[in-house]
């Protein structure tokens, strides 16, 4: 879509004058219903946001919007300011699309394109790096002792400075050990973010990731779209020694052939190999040399921070924490109709707007009806980029950790119809997996367990962060229960949507949606942040589950 600059901020005026409109019109019904759902995303994936970059001029006005939403509808800023803006400060990269990895051994070599064959990024947060060193293949590179796994066998100088070749996901299960790594749920050692840093705690220059589609979850189109832009990192501050990586890629699984075909290797062979505990790394007799260049920018993104003052004067200053993130990729490469505007409609344009909604109809209660609990409200930046804006909060939290109750993540809506089930990812490691058991059965639902494990979900969206740091959490998922549809059906429509526009440029508004489903799934959130919220106690993590200590 192409508009004219000189109208482009009265069209954007006349825009926010016919959303603030129509979600004043809805002030006195809930507001969880489609008219003020869908005039919400209408606006957010609108191309005059230019896909809500992290960074960029359409993600300001995306954190502004929604701030506006907020103070609508009386809620107060929550950040150190009082405002609703806390500040992440982060680093971006953009390599140059020129730069080619070029892979040499035994007398030959092979050059690999970028976007093509690979796609790369730094992590030193410079124009510039050189890289020229061996390349050793370690399997999974994982070091998980709990699993008595360890792919990084021999002295750390055996990784210092060396290019790092390794799979996707965790190990298989087995016969013998069927619950291997979660058996078929992947894990965080299976997480790319995992292997990038375990690499770099190794002190390696450089890591490649071996895709293919089935070990992803996803095209390698994904990967291109996904880093062939702008990426980013938390900004390192003066002094600080944490390890990086002079650059993090990965390789098409074509690529990736070639590559070991040129060390002598068989990549089937290694992947059989590093399927076992007594696999050893492989020194692939290869050097591989990159030099990549690229543009680097210091911004100050936001995290939007909204709070609803608890009724009860003994829990007020415990808190349930709402959270969707606004960001998406941007402007990026076009696509095969020339389009490059990445709008993010459903992720997560959708997850934003039920979590305004949310916020709009608990503020409209009556004080006395109010949760017991304080509710805060946060739409955290770069998610997109691994979870930035998420990890940011939950190392300089507005409010205290200890006395965060729960967090409820909402990241791309039910967009296909009403469901007889839902799914609260993670919600089975603690005491939250009794309430979203109770608001199903008010509801005459089914709780399911998440469909795809393999994918990895709970670890891929804002809640995982505050995980991490002790508070129990869950993502909220529709089921695949749809009603008046088969099983097969709703994996059809999956398959679909994670082919054909899962962060691409078609992620765009449509109305074909059925906002039946994305109702229930905004009621059902706003059900189970209630119950936690009037709780006579917090909830907690399982004894023995790994976040458990963390809080």
Not at 189 to 207: D, S
Not at 330 to 356: F, S
Request: proline letters at 5%.
């Amino acid at each position: 879509m192409r508009i004219n600059p000189g109208s482009r901020a009265v069209a954007l005026l006349l825009m926010i004058a016919t959303v603030v409109t129509v979600v004043s019109q809805q002030r006195r019904a809930s507001s969880i219903n489609e008219t003020t759902l869908k005039a919400h995303i209408k606006f957010l994936a609108d191309d005059l946001l230019e896909g809500r970059g992290t960074g960029a001029r359409g993600g300001e006005i995306a954190a502004r919007y929604i701030a506006s939403q907020l103070a609508g509808s009386g809620l107060k800023g929550a950040a150190m300011d009082k405002s609703f803006f806390q500040p992440v400060s982060l680093v971006g990269v953009k390599a140059d699309p020129g730069t080619k990895l070029t892979i040499s051994g035994r007398g030959d070599s092979e050059t690999l394109k970028f976007a093509d064959d690979f796609v790369a990024f730094t992590g030193a947060q410079t124009e510039e790096v050189d890289v020229d060193a061996d390349l050793v293949f370690v399997g999974y590179g994982i070091n998980a002792p709990e699993q008595r796994w360890n792919d990084y066998k021999g002295e750390a100088g055996d990784y210092r400075g060396k290019i790092l070749v390794m799979l996707v996901n965790d190990p298989p299960a087995t016969t013998e050990e069927p619950n291997l790594f979660g058996a078929r749920a992947l894990t965080y050692y299976g997480r790319w973010t995992y292997k990038y840093e375990e690499a770099a705690r190794r002190g390696a220059a450089g890591a490649i990731l071996l895709h293919t589609d089935q070990s992803a979850g996803y095209p390698w189109g994904v990967v291109r779209t996904s880093n062939g832009s702008w990426r980013f990192d938390i900004a390192r501050t003066q002094g600080d020694t944490s390890p990086f990586l002079k650059f993090r890629s990965w390789v098409t699984d074509a690529a990736a052939r070639r590559m070991m075909k040129l060390g002598g290797q068989d990549l089937d062979v290694l992947r059989t190999q590093a399927a076992t505990r007594n696999f050893q790394p492989v020194k692939l007799g290869l050097k591989g040399k990159l030099n990549l260049k690229s543009e680097v920018k210091r911004v100050d993104s936001s995290n939007v921070v909204g709070l609803l003052q608890g009724s009860d004067p003994r829990l007020r200053d415990e808190y349930v924490v709402y959270s969707a993130h606004w960001d998406h990729l941007g402007i990026g490469a076009p696509n095969k109709e020339g389009d490059t505007i990445y709008n993010g409609a459903l992720d997560n344009a959708t997850g934003v707007a039920c979590v305004l909604a949310i916020a709009d109809t608990l503020a409209k209660l009556p004080v006395a009806q109010r949760p017991r609990r304080s509710i805060l409200f946060l739409f955290p930046t770069a998610e997109e980029q691994g979870l930035l804006g998420a990890e940011w909060y939950s190392k300089h939290p507005v409010v205290p950790l200890a006395k965060t109750a729960a967090n409820v993540n909402l990241d791309s809506m039910n967009v296909l119809g009403l469901t007889k089930d839902f799914i609260p990812l993670g919600a089975e490691r603690s005491t939250l997996k009794a309430v979203v058991e109770a608001v199903a059965r008010e509801r005459g639902m089914r709780v399911s367990p998440d469909a795809r494990p393999e994918q990895g979900s709970f670890y891929r969206s804002d809640h995982f962060p505050f995980a991490k740091v002790g508070v129990p959490s869950i993502s909220l998922k529709e089921g695949d229960d749809y009603v008046g549809h088969t099983k097969e059906w709703s994996e059809e429509q999956f398959r679909a949507y994670n082919t054909a526009h899962y962060h691409q440029p078609s992620d765009q508004f449509r109305d074909s949606w059925d906002f039946k489903g994305m109702i229930q799934e905004a009621e059902i959130a706003l059900a189970i942040g209630l119950r936690v919220a009037n709780a006579p106690q917090m909830p907690k993590f399982n004894e023995g589950d790994e976040f458990a200590r963390k809080r």
